[in-house]
């Protein structure tokens, strides 16, 4: 049975922790409740300590954030998708999106809502009488929490405010400026080597999915290889290539629900089907699976409007063959495309299927459009469609950092440093060789790029790899029709390559400054 990190009676206390409010004692009639739970009475244990702690990995499955909402700011503005009709899904991808809009609004709040607990548990538990041991693992799973989510608010609206304290220890917090974009990095990069120290190297079995210091070490080489720094992203990535990772034999077992937390694994989402459904919270009783399937899924099988891949990703797949002279197995696993050709791969025979086992012609007779396959885990309780059961029919774990891609991106900063050497070479092919394809005898950067689409499509990297490539006017903005299916890319500005600062925060905060473009 999947690991529940998130048990209901946790998440009962922790959100009675959340909505409390201070009390004040006027009179008779207004006296504190004894049994109330407020910050004062609350950080006393080494229970509430975990308790914190998991209540800041929490909206990390909010519908607003990983469950749903945040494909719409990363996948969808690729130019691997093209998504259908125009809304406020589709907005940030066509570069038309408004300060009002809703739906970045609350990606940005549940990000910062993983940030504001995180600080609750840094500043309130180095106080607990308790196991120093535990203590420091879950001072290290909160630095981690932190940094992450200011790495994606940073990859997002780049112009953001910096809080590491307590809301309530800012005396004005609504006069809390934007952060120097290169302040965030630092304090990114300072949490992770803390989360280094201080995270554990593995968990109890009940326990796997928690931060280790191999998640903190891959995402510190992330962060690094973000800002060009390519000496310091290699060595952290060398440390993890030790073999306390590796790569798993099937490359379709890193998106099931049946092969969840492997050894390929360094940072996951842990979604759970449970039956649930809810809308814009993160406590216990409300859906906490992949509710963004449908957003993926082919037409005729979701109730969304949904997107297609453009076709040029097939083509790029379709280049080569194969050492067996067959399709790339990834294809089957990221794709679903019109094709009678199979692979045999791993003892099976790989072919272009979707639910019910239905074969693309049996679906699509005539057409030629490509559709997602990734993540949709199809034969997994016979699914018929992405919405059986609900929204939060399915509760295959979202992988955010895997060991394939630690490899890629050592291979990049290596190829930055010093060219077509062999580690670069090693580390590439190391990724191919899995799949069956051929190993490279040198490489250039598109090299990499390319392979970085075969093997990572759909999994929240691509847009985020073209920003900081500097390549979004050239691969998207200055490309129309691969986003032909809602608005084009007409809208574009200088500065619209982030999102903009959503209006509500501005209103109430009157030293913020609205993005470039907007």
């Known amino acids: 049975m999947k690991n529940k990190i998130l048990s209901k009676s946790t998440l009962a206390a922790l959100v009675l922790l959340?909505?409390?409010?201070?009390?004040?004692?006027?009179?008779?009639?207004?006296?504190?409740?004894?049994?109330?739970?407020?910050?004062?009475?609350?950080?006393?244990?080494?229970?509430?300590?975990?308790?914190?702690?998991i209540g800041a990995y929490s909206p990390f499955t909010h519908i607003w954030y990983y469950t749903r909402f945040e494909i719409f700011l990363s996948d969808y503005r690729d130019d691997v998708v093209n998504a259908f009709a125009t809304s406020e899904r589709t907005a940030a991808g066509s570069f038309n999106g408004v300060p009002q809009s809703n739906g970045a609004f609350w990606?940005?709040?549940?990000?910062?809502?993983?940030?504001?607990?995180?600080?609750?548990?840094?500043?309130?538990?180095p106080n607990i009488e308790m196991d120093q041991v535990k203590k420091n693992n879950i001072l290290g799973e909160a630095y981690f929490i932190r940094a992450y989510n200011y790495f994606n608010l940073l990859n997002g609206w780049r112009n953001v405010p910096l809080i590491t304290t307590p809301i309530s220890e800012i005396e004005n917090p609504k006069s809390v400026p934007q952060a120097d974009p290169a302040d965030v990095w630092a304090q990114i990069e300072n949490d992770l080597m803390e989360a280094q120290e201080l995270a554990p190297d593995s968990w109890p079995s009940d326990m796997k999915g928690?931060?280790?210091?191999?998640?903190?070490?891959?995402?510190?080489?992330?962060?690094?290889?973000?800002?060009?720094?390519?000496?310091?992203?290699?060595?952290?990535?060398?440390?993890?290539?030790?073999?306390?990772?590796?790569?798993?034999?099937?490359?379709?077992?890193?998106?099931?629900?049946?092969?969840?937390?492997?050894?390929?694994?360094?940072?996951?989402?842990?979604?759970v089907a449970d039956g649930n459904s809810g809308w814009g919270g993160d406590n216990a009783g409300l859906g906490k699976g992949a509710a963004f399937h449908p957003d993926i899924a082919p037409r005729g099988f979701t109730g969304q409007d949904g997107m297609r891949i453009n076709n040029w990703v097939l083509d790029l797949f379709l280049d080569e063959r194969t050492v067996n002279n067959e399709i790339d197995p990834r294809t089957f696993t990221t794709l679903f495309f019109d094709t009678d050709e199979t692979t045999t791969?791993?003892?099976?025979?790989?072919?272009?299927?979707?639910?019910?086992?239905?074969?693309?012609?049996?679906?699509?007779?005539?057409?030629?459009?490509?559709?997602?396959n990734k993540w949709l885990d199809i034969t997994f309780d016979n699914k018929t469609g992405s919405q059986d059961g609900g929204w939060h029919q399915s509760g295959n774990n979202?992988?955010?950092?895997?060991y394939a891609d630690v490899l890629l991106?050592?291979?990049?900063?290596?190829?930055?440093?010093?060219?077509?050497?062999?580690?670069?070479?090693?580390?590439?092919?190391?990724?191919r060789e899995r799949v069956d394809m051929p190993a490279l005898s040198s490489i250039t950067m598109q090299d990499i790029e390319d392979e970085r689409v075969k093997e990572l499509s759909l999994e929240r990297t691509r847009y985020f790899d073209i920003l900081r490539w500097g390549k979004v006017e050239e691969y998207i903005v200055n490309k129309?029709?691969?986003?032909?299916?809602?608005?084009?890319?007409?809208s574009y500005k200088p500065g619209r390559e982030y999102i903009a600062i959503p209006q509500n925060e501005i209103d109430a905060n009157p030293v913020f400054k609205q993005n470039p473009g907007y």
């Open 480 to 490: 129309p029709e691969l986003k032909s299916e809602s608005a084009g890319t007409s």
């Open 409 to 431: 991106m050592f291979a990049e900063a290596e190829f930055k440093l010093n060219g077509s050497t062999t580690p670069a070479l090693d580390a590439i092919n190391e990724v």
């Open 107 to 125: 990606v940005w709040s549940a990000m910062f809502q993983g940030v504001t607990r995180a600080n609750e548990v840094l500043a309130n538990v």
């Open 210 to 271: 928690r931060i280790t210091n191999g998640a903190a070490t891959g995402l510190l080489g992330k962060v690094f290889l973000y800002q060009n720094k390519y000496s310091e992203a290699k060595a952290e990535f060398a440390k993890i290539m030790d073999g306390r990772y590796e790569l798993m034999d099937d490359y379709a077992d890193n998106f099931t629900e049946a092969s969840e937390n492997n050894k390929e694994s360094l940072f996951e989402v842990q979604l």
């Open 345 to 372: 791969y791993n003892g099976k025979e790989l072919s272009s299927k979707t639910y019910g086992d239905l074969t693309y012609q049996e679906v699509f007779p005539g057409e030629t459009f490509v559709w997602g």
């Open 18 to 53: 959340m909505m409390t409010t201070n009390s004040c004692r006027t009179d008779i009639l207004e006296q504190e409740n004894p049994n109330a739970v407020t910050p004062q009475s609350f950080w006393k244990t080494e229970d509430d300590a975990t308790k914190g702690i």
């Open 398 to 402: 979202l992988r955010l950092l895997r």
